[in-house]
């Protein structure tokens, strides 16, 4: 089952998270976008593929902030929060805040109300479709735990393969003259361990698919401690006593039952004159 392709439409969004680039099949350099309509009734919206690296530098745009970009249904993902950009259409506008204890950024993520991961599984074991969902806002009841471990080296040696034949071809959106440094791949993968507020709940091992892990990988990766520093930023930080921290899931079309952390919303719990030292809003 697929959907009809709607006729073009604009929406107006507001990001909440830019998952790492990856290469598509085509060997094409893209990413997935999870965002918000704007207005009082916020609903999830995916952006695939996004050219992200091969827009004009004045429309990359910023976690929570507003973006215009004219979208038709994607004739291959059933997933009802799924749009497929309109190449050159994105762009950029206003950002939230994070002043006054980020209320305007949590207030957005309120309207979405939470759901268990367990729940979200259950729901997708089906497979996708209308009524489906297939992107949401989970608490953990603990604490999650971050683990690292290092790919199977053949599936590096084929990534950097496919990350070397997309170096060699040009940039097919906004500034076709420009040749974008390659797609450095990351040999590790991050995931979140934790249980969800499920009754019944097993527990559930997500990869992290968020950007600014991989950001942060590269910062530090030279230093002998850089598992324990990136441990003290996505466990330590993120979730130290007085922030209010949820995740950001969601699947892929072809594997509807397993979700991926798309992101993290760490905003202070309560107190709007909380210091944000903490905080790195460079996203």
């Known amino acids: 089952m697929t959907y009809p392709n709607a006729n073009d439409q604009t929406l107006e969004v507001e990001i909440l998270v830019k998952a790492a680039p ?7 350099e893209s990413m997935c976008v ?4 704007t207005g009082p009734n916020p609903a999830w919206v995916r952006l695939y593929p996004v050219p992200f690296r091969d827009l004009a530098a004045e429309n990359h745009f910023r976690k929570f902030q507003s ?10 993902d059933r997933r009802p929060e799924s749009w497929l950009p309109i190449q050159g259409s994105i762009r950029t506008g206003a950002a939230l805040s994070t002043k006054h204890g980020w209320s305007a950024r949590k207030e957005r ?3 979405l109300g939470e759901q268990n991961m367990c729940d979200l599984n ?5 497979g996708s479709g209308t009524g489906v969902p297939s992107l949401g806002v989970v608490r953990p009841i603990t604490t999650p735990k971050l ?7 053949d599936v590096l040696r084929k990534r950097k393969k496919r990350a070397e034949a997309s170096a060699n071809q040009p940039s097919l959106f906004d500034d076709a003259s420009t040749r974008r440094p390659p797609l450095e791949v990351v040999p590790w993968r991050f995931r979140y361990l934790y249980s969800c507020r499920a009754a019944d709940c097993n527990g559930h091992a997500q990869t992290i698919v968020d950007w600014e892990i991989v950001a942060l990988w590269r910062k530090v990766r030279d230093l002998p401690d850089w598992q324990d520093r ?3 930023k996505f466990v330590d930080e993120m979730w130290a006593p007085g922030r209010d921290t949820v995740l950001f899931v969601g699947n892929q079309e072809q594997h509807p039952g397993s979700f991926l952390v798309l992101g993290v919303f760490w905003p202070p719990l309560g107190d709007p004159q909380m210091p944000l030292e903490l905080l790195d809003d460079r996203d």
Do not use: S
């Open 147 to 153: 683990e690292i471990t290092r790919l199977d080296e």
């Open 22 to 28: 990856v290469l598509t099949a085509g060997l094409e």
């Open 122 to 126: 259950a729901a997708n074991q089906g």
């Open 67 to 76: 973006v215009t970009v004219r979208v038709k249904r994607p004739p291959r």
């Open 109 to 111: 993520i309120r309207l």
């Open 34 to 37: 999870a965002a918000i309509t």
């Open 230 to 232: 990136m441990r003290r």
